[in-house]
T-cell receptor, first 114, second 112 residues
Framework: NAGVTQTPKFRVLKTGQSMTLLCAQD?????MYWYRQDPGMGLRLIHY???????AKGEVPDGYNVSRLKKQNFLLGLESAAPSQTSVYFC?????????????FGQGTRLTVV | ELKVEQNPLFLSMQEGKNYTIYCNYS?????LYWYRQDPGKSLESLFV?????AVKQEGRLMASLDTKARLSTLHITAAVHDLSATYFC????????????FGQGTRLTINP
């Protein structure tokens, strides 16, 4: 059982380049999330999705876009990378419903923008 | 806007001692989570607290939730080196979609 898988695990981009991070979950979860983690700041929500075909902005959405064309996949795009987007990105999924609240996290993607 | 604050942010302690990490949050919520993160790793779920007065224990860790005081505690009993990690609390913002707002994290170092 793979759980939540992120691709790639590491990436170095030049300023202005674009890329897509892929999050795949095999637990049939409804809710999916993208967070970024910066030193001393905990995790901050970028975008989220409550179901296939839906997306919404989180706390820090600027410079990112997302898509959820299939229930199991949640893509995070950087249109024009900036050094301020250097961070560790985590994807998470939750089944949904009051009692099904445990969040499962991917292993993270370490992105450096130079 | 929901804000979550942990204290202390850094904690160095000796093996065998007891200590408590505090998590305060600013608006009403009925769900609070504790996670552990080892360096360079992902987040590991420790506890999910769903109601006022909830208490959960796993080994040397015990978590509690007081929704009236908007406070959760993570208590460490007789610490051992293996518990060295960064601990995060996270609170559901109660606006649907189960969006979590994280505290800054507490970096715990346990010395022999």
């Amino acid at each position: 059982n793979a759980g939540v898988t992120q691709t790639p695990k590491f990436r170095v981009l030049k300023t202005g380049q674009s890329m897509t991070l892929l999050c795949a979950q095999d637990m049939n979860h409804e809710y999916m999330y993208w967070y970024r983690q910066d030193p001393g700041m905990g995790l901050r929500l970028i975008h989220y999705s409550v179901g296939e075909g839906t997306t919404a902005k989180g706390e820090v959405p600027d410079g990112y876009n997302v898509s959820r064309l299939k229930k199991q996949n949640f893509l995070l795009g950087l249109e024009s990378a900036a050094p301020s987007q250097t961070s560790v990105y985590f994807c998470a999924s939750i089944s949904g419903g009051f009692m099904n609240t445990e969040a499962f996290f991917g292993q993270g993607t370490r992105l450096t923008v130079v | 806007e929901l804000k979550v604050e942990q204290n202390p942010l850094f904690l160095s302690m000796q093996e065998g001692k007891n200590y408590t990490i505090y998590c305060n949050y600013s608006t009403t919520s009925d769900r609070l989570y504790w996670y552990r993160q080892d360096p360079g790793k992902s987040l590991e779920s420790l506890f999910v607290l769903l109601s006022n007065g909830a208490v959960k224990q796993e080994g040397r860790l015990m978590a509690s939730l007081d929704t009236k005081a908007r406070l959760s505690t993570l208590h460490i009993t007789a610490a051992v080196h293996d518990l060295s990690a960064t601990y995060f609390c996270a609170v559901d913002d109660s606006q649907g979609a189960q969006k979590l707002v994280f505290g800054q994290g507490t970096r715990l170092t346990i010395n022999p």
